[in-house]
């Protein structure tokens, strides 16, 4: 075959013509052997799609008529007795009532909706706040500013204890869901009694605006949360969704500023997911990629409208968006009201983003995936690598997530690192902990989330620092006491990459997804140099609000409004019907008919969104998974992990200078190696030995007079001493222990540090003994799992 490239050379192999020759050549070759099999897993991908959706839609139906069937059964036994006449007028009054209550919290919606379009950036944090910094007045403006949230006068709150900061996403919506409730994040923080700080935004961004002016004006915050805490640890930062990846971008381009980070529901690796699941991530291979929000953008005069984000979400579950929030308000709507109309408060409103803003956004994340492959630039001097991250890092995700699958919020590792070797050889500490079933939102508003997950990770993070590095799983379980009173066991098991990926339900493969990042990008330049221009020149102010105004999701909200003359006397009306209010008993038959006709609807919804989500998936891959289609995508299919040459991790300037120090240090250096030694022995850590082992260092000489830099200095070292020579680690701990006055103490802080000897592991037991031995003291009976195991002599 003739080969295109001699016509049209291509600079360091990035031209389209070139690439579409090999894929060509490519084609000609399997269609003349036929053996190559990529047609015929291509077959079986689709095949695999429809049979997934099938199977779960079946067991779906089945679950269903079961159901169906007891509560018709239920239904029809209410609906007999001479009652039922009175039961009748019973239900017709309530229900005509509740029509008017329903109507007045639509009304009560869509004034809140109409105050925010005309100008209000009030958010929906229930706790009372005062600025601290105005983003609008930095040298390089954007419309982000640093609250502080005021602490219930009985909530005493330390000064010098360690300041929590929270993003809120800025997905189309506010800021604040992450106080939307007493029991929320914030509660968790101010109730730790920590000075509790968070990141709010206004309606509309500064002209021009940039992700890497955001990301400097939340640099300047964090800088100004230390200078008004100057006897704190760095301050911990927590990002919600999308402000989660923003907490990512702050701690890679600010390393040494930042405290941990805390990532909860944050998509960063958006190409990660499973067959099956996940539809959200197809989404950008069926609507334009990067053209589509170019468009919008140009349409909206240079405004991109957070609308059609949220449209984006609401998609998704069509049952809830068009049927079942609504008759949950309708069937409880003496109680409802004022959770319906707080959240919709922000659900409703709807924020803008600059066209950069959301071009960077869709280019490195939700269809270019740059970001988790490590291949994003902040701006054109900033290159963002998320292995820069000094601080730990905490990853909350949930199987039960439509929207942020535990794939696409840990599948970042993964593709950044060759394995936990290197995760230790850099000094990282990775923490996750997945929740069986929450969803997306429940993992930021759920009050069982705050209680457990929420509270327990700030727990975690007053002990962190001492946690040696590598990749962990917070493992949180029940242990007693119920309510407000239940506390919880945790502890940090040790994974490797291939575990985590595992527990989160495997990843599969990226080539369709770099397809559609190739042709995003391509079809972007065709729209810069053609239709963009004519398109700009055709929208002024006035187009783009009559097409903000007739959106559908604004247009029903205003018309719900007391804008709509028929809405106005809605009010007197329901207050009216308050005073007089004859709610049906929730036994009453009708009541249970109506609940039973609800539940079958909101079923057929699912079945409608079920259809949706195989279509969109099935679609997808026919389209973009195609042998010849994907090798277009090839060269935008590769991770850092995957780069070649692969460093040898030993060579790395870290971990020979741990090595060349093997036998060098003190007794700070031989007690660090020895705690290090028995983390490892058991696989995991518990976290009452993690905070014993933190109040050592902060408590105890030498460590208590050590910087914080310098003590994580010192468990990086000892960390990598113990995992690539682990023999000569012990070897080498009499010279690091030369008294034995020292080696006495040291033996006494270790079993402080792990606890009452019958809670120890058999191999934390025989790990201790052989530290003794090793410092020439001798080992007795002790105990553990292990009856044989021994104990030194006091």
Known sequence: MFDFTKLFPQADGQNALADWSRVWEGWAHKTADGQDGEYALYGRDLGF??????????????????????????????MTGPALPQQWWEYMVDAAQRSVLFADAMRERGNYFVEHEEGSNRTVLSWRHEMVLDGSKLDRPVNYSLVRIVPPEQVPVREDGRPYIIIDPRAGHGSGIGGFKHASE?????HGGHPTYFVTFTRLPVAGQTLAEVTAAEADFVREVRRLH??????????NCQGGWASMLLAATNPDITGPVVANGAPLSYWAGQKGKNPMRYLGGLVGGATTVRLLSDLGNGLFDGSNLVFNFERLSPSNTWWEKYYNLWDRIDTEVPRFVGFERWWGSFYYMTPDEIAWIVENLFVGNRLGRGKANLSERTHLDLRDIHSPIIIFA????????????????????TGVDEIKARGQRILYTLHPSVGHLGIFVSSSVAKKEHEEIVSTLKAIEALAPGLYEMVITEESGEGVDKTFKVAFAERSIEQMMEECGGDDSDKPFATVARFSELGAEVYDLSIGPLVRAMSTQATAELMAHTNPMRLQRWLQSERNPAMQPVKDLAEQVRAERQAAPADNAFRQLERFNAKLVTQWWDGVRDMQNALIEWNFHLLWGAPPVQALGERLGTTVARSEPHEDLRNLTEVQDALDRIDLGGFADGVIRMLILLAHSRKEVRRSRLERANQMLLSAEPFASMKPKHRTRMIHKETLIVGYEPEAAVAALPRLLATDEDRKRALELCEQIAGPPEEMSRETVDMMNRLALALGREPVAMGGDDPGSTRRAA
């Open 398 to 417: 949930s199987h039960g997530d439509n929207i942020t699958p535990p794939q696409q919020a840990l599948g970042w590792i993964a593709d950044h690192y």
């Open 186 to 190: 914030v509660g968790a923080a101010i």
């Open 230 to 239: 100057p006897d704190s640890p760095k301050p911990v930062i927590i990002g």
């Open 49 to 78: 799609i429809l049979q997934a959706h099938g199977k779960q839609a079946t067991k779906t139906a089945q679950h269903n008529a079961k159901h169906n069937l007891d509560t018709w059964q239920q239904v029809v036994s209410a």
